[in-house]
């Protein structure tokens, strides 16, 4: 094996490079092929280095919603465009044109810095921005769809820019169409969002009130929300740096309101929230009453505050740590009939 380098223009090609510091899990998988861009013209010319080569292409943003079981026999693309401008603004509202390559934790504590309210709610959320909007992600009661304004993405196919509105991305539950009928046919390369300089605080989900009052805030502000999220994170999740993992795993499902009531007269505790479709239920607690919970088998296991996140102690493969997930999935469907999904990403 060798590693060797292809210098063309402003391109940087490396070959048999370990991705072990570019996914959250930690997994020594190697990409036949790595670069990093930081602009669309760069893009354009990795896009085009792999296609005279008959080579596919993987992007890769903060590594932190993938699962890799194998090498990645491709050219990946480490998207690292930066970039955080006003693009207009009101008495009311600031519209912020950001890098999909900067990292999402970083601009909200910039938005939050500068009076820009909206996204304190989902401080800490690893990953970077263009890839936000792929996935709709969301915590203690915000999704990016609520501060969205617009983004521009590359097509594959032709190299042309494209701009999309929030009507365009059809954002659902930790959905939007570019996970979809338009997946792996566009790159986003920024993202614009209409943030507030009049805070509409948010408080009433999981259990920031009460970290509010513990933390003896007095005055309610964006930091002092942020704040709170950033110690219930904590005190919850693992840090990736210190053990390997992509934080939630599994979606939290959606029965049907006929299907919780009947769950609830066999298990009178189980939580469920009101949505459109029915109930939605969380992940977490199915998984747990499964027996999950703190489970380890040998390298690979489940978190034991969090049951939502499966982790990689040191050592495990990615093909045992989707063995795991596959397995709570098999359990917790024979256990309540509800099909789990997975947030991340299999490769």
């Known amino acids: 094996m060798f590693i060797s380098q292809y210098k063309i223009s402003f391109m940087n090609i490396q070959e048999n490079i370990s991705l072990k510091p570019f996914n959250t899990f930690g997994l020594d ?3 036949r092929f790595f670069t990093s861009v ?4 760069q893009l354009i010319e990795s896009l085009i280095w792999s296609r005279n080569r008959g080579l596919e292409v993987f992007i890769l943003g903060g590594g932190s919603n993938i699962l890799l079981t194998q ?4 050219l990946v693309i480490k998207i690292e465009i930066a970039g955080v401008e006003v693009v ?3 008495e009311d509202h600031v519209w912020v044109k950001v890098g999909a390559g900067e990292n999402w934790h970083s601009f909200v504590t910039h938005a939050i810095a500068q009076g820009w309210a909206g996204i304190e709610n989902l401080s800490l959320i690893p990953g970077t921005v263009g890839a936000s909007p792929m996935q709709n992600i969301g915590a203690y009661g915000v999704e990016i769809k609520d501060v969205f304004h617009s983004l521009r993405a590359l097509n594959r196919a032709n190299l042309e820019q494209k701009e999309f509105t929030k009507e365009e991305c059809k ?21 614009t969002f209409q943030l507030n300089k009049k805070p509409e605080f948010n408080i009433e989900y999981g259990t920031i009130q009460e970290t509010l009052k513990e933390s003896g805030n007095e005055e309610l502000s964006i930091q002092a929300i942020s704040d709170a999220v950033i110690k219930i994170r904590q005190s919850k999740l693992p840090d990736p740096k210190e053990i390997g993992n992509a934080g939630s795993f599994f979606k939290n499902p959606t029965i049907s309101i006929a299907d919780w009531k009947a769950l609830k007269e066999s298990y009178p505790n189980i939580p469920g929230y009101d949505v459109p479709e029915g109930k939605k239920v969380p992940a977490a607690w199915l998984i747990e009453q499964s027996g999950w919970k703190g489970k380890r088998f040998g390298e690979t296991g489940v978190h034991t505050k969090q049951p939502l996140v499966l982790v990689n102690y040191g050592q495990s493969k990615g093909s045992d740590i989707k063995e795991l997930a596959e397995n709570i999935q098999a359990s917790v469907l024979e256990k309540f009939g509800i ?9």
């Open 29 to 31: 998988k190697k990409a």
């Open 38 to 41: 930081n602009s669309r013209e």
């Open 71 to 74: 090498d990645v026999n491709s």
């Open 88 to 90: 207009d603004e009101n």
């Open 171 to 191: 954002f659902g539950y930790r959905e939007s169409v570019f996970k979809n009928e338009l997946l792996g046919q566009y790159i986003i390369t920024s993202v």
């Open 339 to 347: 099909p789990l999904k997975a947030e991340v990403n299999f490769i």
